[in-house]
């Protein structure tokens, strides 16, 4: 645009946005969407839950503060200690042996072999299986009048009667954590297949030459090779295993003899079935610590990771 002064066209200043503005605008409409989600779905119930385990909410009825009183309760709880155990073994020995299980599905199928593209959907299959259905097959599976374990070691002449996996306090536990390895090893195994391809060919072939063997090729070469996915994968399934809430619900509903309870599933018992909402945020808000210094770990390690690509 241009102005006339004295009869001399004058150029002047185009009004509008500059490039770099408009990409910035556009950068705000396009993480809007997702700040809103945060902000509707987690933000805002986090901040209610803070606030309700320091009263005395139950459903129907007004809250009243209470302090730290809801905090004394829980910690006094009779499951209580038993819940933080069973949490703690579940949590570290599922995702030890996820660990184990995805780094050999990954070894073994980085390597070339007939029908690896067949074998290796089917080894991802468990991760796509919805968690209710998982819950539910593997439920029957371990039942002991009509599930498949028991029919197959009837069937064979290893037991004379059926065992009650999930009615046997010693035998729960292991039975939902093989079916919380069995749905998640997957994850494991597809992050480090891709870490596995992102490693050149020309180290293992350097090595091999060398007179490098196989476990000193997988010490000196695969694994720091996959430290950044190993700590990133282990770091992710900590928090999402140590908040399993429906395949433990579905399996054994906590039990027998709280065997099985975990932290998720008392704060179901406490905050919705019995309507103790105010007792139940505290449950979520002791945890809190732990969850925050994983994710802390995990961002700190991932920008270390973003430092040394760049």
């Not at 090729?217 to 908040?243: A, D, E, Q």
Request: proline share 5%; no cysteine; glycine share 8%.
């Amino acid at each position: 645009m241009s102005r006339t002064i004295a009869g001399v066209a004058v150029p002047g200043r185009r009004v509008g946005l500059s490039a770099r503005q408009r990409e910035q605008l556009l950068g705000y409409a396009l993480i809007a969407p997702a700040f809103a989600f945060i902000l509707g779905l987690i933000l805002y119930p986090a901040l209610w839950a803070m606030y309700f385990a320091f009263t005395d909410k139950v459903v129907g009825q007004e809250a009243h503060f209470v302090g730290l009183r809801n905090f004394a309760f829980m910690l006094g709880y009779p499951d209580f200690g038993r819940m933080i155990l069973n949490t703690a073994v579940l949590t570290v020995s599922a995702v030890a042996i996820k660990v184990v299980v995805g780094m050999t599905m990954a070894l073994a199928l980085n390597e070339n072999f007939i029908f690896r593209s067949a074998i290796r959907g089917l080894l991802f299959l468990p991760w796509t299986v919805p968690t209710f259905v998982a819950g539910l097959v593997w439920r029957w599976i371990y039942d002991d009048q009509n599930g498949l374990i028991n029919w197959a070691l009837l069937q064979l002449h290893l037991v004379a009667a059926p065992i009650a996996f999930l009615g046997n306090a010693s035998l729960a536990m292991p039975a939902v954590i093989a079916t919380v390895v069995w749905k998640g090893f997957p994850f494991f195994g597809i992050a480090y297949l891709a870490g596995l391809q992102a490693i050149p060919s020309e180290q293992y072939e350097a090595a091999q030459v060398d007179g490098a063997g196989p476990f000193q090729r997988f010490r000196y070469i695969t694994l720091p090779g996959l430290k950044y996915v190993i700590l990133i994968t282990v770091m992710l399934s900590l928090i999402w295993t140590s908040n399993t809430f429906d395949l433990v619900y579905l399996m054994t509903n906590g039990g027998p003899s709280n065997a099985t309870q975990v932290f998720t599933l008392l704060t179901y018992t406490v905050g919705i079935a019995n309507g103790r909402i105010g007792d139940a945020s505290t449950i979520p808000m002791m945890a809190m610590p732990l969850f925050a210094g994983l994710i802390v770990i995990l961002t700190r390690v991932m920008m270390e990771r973003g430092s040394e690509e760049a």
